[in-house]
Every structure is written in C-alpha cells, then in structure tokens.
C-alpha cells in the first residue's frame, strides 16, 4: 500500500534509503521533496506528447505510447542510476497525484526484488503538508532578529552564530538573495521550491530554543515570506548592530565583491534606484563607479537611500531592541561579536519577552 505522510518528519523518521521524483525535470526544478533524486519516467516532452494524444487521439492510445517511453526510460534509469543498489534496498517513490508515473516505475523496480513503496497522493500530499505547517500553524519556536543597518555584517554573522551552536534560519541563503536591489547572487528558486526547503528546515527546528532570523522585508528578491513566519519576525526582540558608516561601507567593499568586479552590472542597479533618487545623485553614483570609488558609492547609498529606509521601517515596529556597537566588521573582528551576539541569545532565549 502507498505510504500515507502525515507530518513533514516522516521523510526522515521512515527509514527510506532515497526518495526518488519520477516527474518531468521541469517539474522537480520547481520544487521536490528534500533529498530526493530526479529520475524521469517521462521528459518534458515526452510528457506533452503523451497528453496531446489522450486529448486529441484517444487516452488508450495515449496509454500504450506512454507505457512504452515509461518502459525505456525506466531501463535506462537502472542501466545507468541504480545498478549498484544492493538487494536489501528500500526506495519511496513519488509523482505528482502518486498514481502512473510512479506506480508504473515502482512495479519495475519492485519486480527486481527491491522493496519499493510509493506516496498516497503524491507531491501534492507533501505539498499540502507543507502548506499546512507554513501557513496554518504557529511559528514553533522563539525568534531573535539580528538586525542593523546596511553592511553590518549580518548574514556573515549569522552563519558564524550557527557555526557555534546557535539556532539560526539562513532565509537569504534559502532564497538566494542578498535582500536588497543589490543583493541578486544567481537564479532564486521557484515560491514553491523555497516555501518547501523553508518548512523542512522549520519542522526540524527545536521549539525549546530560540532561532536567530535575520532581520528581512516581507519579500526576499521575488520571494514572499509566509505570514506566519512574518509576524512572528515582526514581534520578535531584535539583537541590533551599529557600526560607522565608514567601517561599513568599508564591509560592503569586500561583500559586495561580485557586484565591484562588474560595473555593467552594478552601474545598472544603480539605474533601478532613479524612481527615487534624484538623477544629479544617481549621475554622481556612476561617476564614483567609473573612478572605482566603490567604499564611496557604498556611504553615499547607505546615507541617502539604505540608512533612511531602515529608520522609517523601525519607526513602525514596537518589538525589544538590544543595541550592540561594532568597533570593526573585519574578518578578524567578526567572531568576538558572533560569541557577543550568542550571549545576548542565550538570555533572551531563559527570558523571553
């Protein structure tokens, strides 16, 4: 019988040895279960093809030509994927409703001698576990924001506080985005793709202790924060960096590396910002680009657009701020203010607020 998920754990508490997506590479690009490995029993255009024919020929038709590609692609698979799973190997199987695609390539694999099981509902059923934990329930557990303003070294920060032991949530490395204009570091994922890695991180989280979360917008790039983490975000006490604007222009310099070695690329960011900028500024911003004055660029961005969109967005929010000053972000400098920072933590986390 195809196995029932209850909960978002149970990937890992059933004891299987893989989770294999037999969907189209396009929709395991989109989003799939954690860990789980693409093996296709149809392609994306094997797939368009096998329901162009059930609408426009007939679905027996459509089912004879789809057993056969399903066939040969599932022979394919254990030629080149999985011939050297051994007897005793323990597969779930999944598609999108759990039914053709992953029955068909169960039954092969299960006619080996694996013992090979399926997801009732497949994806979908993952999909509304997902939904059901980010949307419906309670953050599970306390949050501290690390925040501060532009280039306090935040996101440095907070892997270095996990490196320590700290409960942390890596929101802009889920994303894959910096969380500004500036902040683009390749491809984001699908909401989908994000919502899904951001729940099984969630779910595995200990609700006896408190979870560091960098302070972001609602929105990281293109992706949205679901409510229930944003709210939890918004009431929580806040750890709040200050430094100089010089030390932290100085930090943006080295962080911002990617965007200093492109000025094409960094020239037409700052071009994004002319809505609200006037253009003598932003023509100033291009000059300091063309003359590599890049820690000047960085003040002049933090002085006129960054510093004042901070300060608007705290004068909305009530929540317990405990201010730390930062004398240096350098790389030296940085783990005596995470162990600072891991302190500060700790007892917010005995004396919640």
């Known amino acids: 019988m195809p196995v029932t998920l209850s909960s978002l754990s149970d990937l890992r508490t059933l004891g299987f040895d893989e989770v294999i997506d037999v969907r189209t590479p396009s929709e395991y690009a989109q989003d799939h279960l954690p860990g789980a490995i693409n093996l296709p029993v149809l392609d994306d255009s094997e797939r368009a093809r096998v329901g162009m024919i059930y609408k426009q020929v007939s679905p027996f038709d459509a089912r004879k030509i789809g057993a056969a590609l399903v066939a040969r692609n599932a022979a394919r698979h254990i030629e080149q994927s ?3 799973r051994p007897g005793g190997w323990h597969p779930l199987i999944y598609c999108w409703r759990g039914g053709q695609r992953s029955g068909s390539f169960a039954t092969i694999l299960g006619q080996i001698g694996w013992r090979v099981e399926t997801i009732a509902g497949g994806y979908k059923a993952w999909r509304r576990l997902v939904i059901e934990a980010l949307h419906n329930r309670p953050f599970p557990a306390p949050v501290v924001l690390l925040d501060g303003n532009t280039g306090t070294a935040k996101t440095e920060l907070l892997k270095l506080l996990a490196g320590m032991g ?3 949530l890596d929101l802009e490395g889920l994303a894959n ?10 491809p984001q994922p699908a909401q989908t793709g994000f919502e899904g890695r951001l729940a099984d991180l969630i779910e595995r989280l200990d609700p006896a202790r408190p979870v560091v979360i960098e302070a972001e917008s609602s929105m990281i790039g293109r ?10 975000m918004q009431a929580a006490p806040r750890i709040e960096i200050h430094a100089s604007r010089d030390e932290r222009a100085r930090y943006l310099t080295r962080a911002y590396a990617d965007m200093i070695a492109d000025p094409a690329r960094l020239a037409a960011t700052v071009d994004r910002l002319r ?5 003598r500024r932003i023509e100033g911003w291009h000059g300091m680009i063309a003359a590599g004055s890049f820690a000047e660029l960085a003040g002049e961005l933090m002085e006129w ?3 004042p969109g901070y300060a608007r967005s705290r004068a909305r929010i009530g929540a317990q701020i405990t201010a730390m000053t930062a004398a240096s972000l350098t790389p030296d400098a940085l783990p005596d203010l995470a162990a600072r920072i ?12």
Do not use: E
């Open 223 to 232: 992706l949205k924060l679901p409510g229930r983490l944003w709210r939890a």
């Open 305 to 307: 657009h960054y510093d």
């Open 275 to 279: 809505p609200y900028q006037p253009a």
């Open 82 to 84: 999985l011939m050297d």
């Open 177 to 186: 985005h910096r969380g500004s204009l500036f902040g683009a570091t390749g």
């Open 166 to 168: 700290v409960q942390v």
């Open 342 to 353: 891991a302190l500060d933590v700790a007892a917010l986390g005995k004396n919640p607020v």
